[in-house]
């Protein structure tokens, strides 16, 4: 077999293995780094580093654990970096968290799929507001400005669809169970 053949392999491999995990890694970062943009680029640089270092995962283990003991000594770095007075979440919690988020890897993927149909289904409109609420985390009055709109009306679209998207959300998994 031909070297680029091999690292194509390779390639593929940690691809296929890091979308199955993905969801569960971010879910861990964003909740021990309270910062959207700061837990963003943690997580990038785990799947960065999980990507050059993939040859040493052995493929006898769950990759998910692998992946988030990377994730944690990233996180630990994130916060010695910054030189915080005191790390926000101990050893020990961030090992439980990375524990409980492996347990739950399979089911948040599934959940993470209805979202995702979930959203395709909602009229531009409706995505544009949702992005500029939790993608460019604005305030209601500045989701307003930019929209044409009042921040009490903001308010409210945002409730009911956060609401449609829970309903949605439960009926696809519903749907999926049977």
Request: glycine content about 4%.
């Amino acid at each position: 077999m031909n070297p680029q053949s091999n690292e194509r392999q390779t390639r593929q491999a940690f691809t296929q293995h890091w979308l199955g995990v993905e969801p569960s890694v971010s879910a861990y970062v964003f909740a021990a780094i309270s910062g959207f943009h700061d837990a963003e680029d943690v997580a990038q640089q785990i799947a960065q580093e999980a990507a050059r270092r993939f040859e040493e995962f052995d493929p006898n283990r769950p990759f998910v654990g692998w992946v988030l003991w990377i994730a944690k000594s990233r996180v630990i770095d994130f916060y010695r970096r910054k030189k915080s007075d005191k790390l926000v979440f101990s050893d020990e919690l961030l090992e439980k968290l990375g524990d409980a988020i492996a347990a739950r890897s399979p089911q948040r993927s599934a959940r993470r799929e209805a979202l995702e149909h979930c959203l395709e289904t909602l009229p531009n409109r409706s995505r544009r507001l949702l992005d500029l609420r939790y993608v460019d985390a604005l305030s209601a009055n500045k989701i307003a400005n930019a929209v044409d709109s009042t921040a009490g009306s903001v308010r409210v679209l945002l409730t009911r669809l956060r609401s449609g998207l829970a309903e949605c959300i439960q009926r696809r998994l519903a749907t999926e169970q049977h």
